[in-house]
């Protein structure tokens, strides 16, 4: 069965304060390492998808990595509006298309 | 639509009622799923549709629970005889591609679901 762990749960930043989040799976032939950014009372909002050990994909602040066993959301200079929580899940060759994520991160960044 | 909408944004149950939550996916995407999100957790799997064929619903968490998406649209997720434990928020996802490596999932706001 896939897994997620993400670590930290919580995180308090200052400003522009830089940090990274980390996302440990095990999954069955991987087929796409997710994150996600959900504010509170919404759905989650996709940032990236990752298919490769080694792929780098970055968005303004963020940029997300991958290795054989984790991801990790690196977080530079943070801003207040990046608080949020992080979510990453995987996909992985068994079954169908289920997705499974983690617990998530939630950051607050202070200013 | 432009995104993936849900219906309704809060629901109050009596223990004991059926509820029914809708899901109204992107236009034209294949895929369509269902998650539990409890408080503080991450989004559980309940089920998935690959067009109006149910393909997996490893995840739903008893038989009181039922979904459907008959014309490959427009879904809803039943529940029946609710109990306390069903109180969470309920999300729905829906994705462009059925197969192979595909894309990221579009999530909804989600029903947040009380059950008293």
């Known amino acids: 069965e896939d897994q997620v762990t993400q670590s930290p749960e919580a995180l308090r930043l200052q400003e522009g304060e830089s940090s990274s989040l980390n996302c440990s799976y095990t999954v069955s032939g991987l087929r796409g390492l997710f994150w996600y950014r959900q504010d509170p009372g919404k759905g989650p909002e996709f940032l990236f998808t990752l298919y490769s050990a080694g792929e780098e994909k970055e968005k303004e602040r963020l940029k997300a990595t991958l290795t054989k066993k984790e991801s990790f959301l690196h977080i530079t200079a943070p801003k207040p509006e990046d608080s949020a929580t992080y979510l990453c899940a995987v996909r992985g060759s068994g079954g169908y298309q289920k997705v499974t994520f983690g617990i998530g991160t939630k950051l607050q960044v202070i200013p | 639509g432009a995104g993936v909408s849900q219906s309704p944004r809060y629901k109050v149950a009596k223990r004991g009622q059926d509820v029914a939550l809708r899901c109204d996916p992107i236009?034209?995407?294949?895929?369509l799923f269902w998650y539990q999100q409890a408080l503080g957790q991450g989004p559980e799997f309940l089920t998935y549709f690959q067009n109006e064929a149910q393909l997996d619903k490893s995840g739903l968490p008893s038989d009181r629970f039922f979904a459907e998406r008959p014309e490959g649209s427009v879904s809803t997720l039943k529940i029946q005889r609710t109990q306390q434990e069903d109180s969470a928020v309920y999300l729905c996802a829906s994705s462009l591609s059925a197969g192979g490596l595909t894309g990221e999932l579009f999530f909804g706001e989600g029903s947040r679901l009380t059950v008293l």
């Open positions: 236009s034209g995407h294949v895929s």
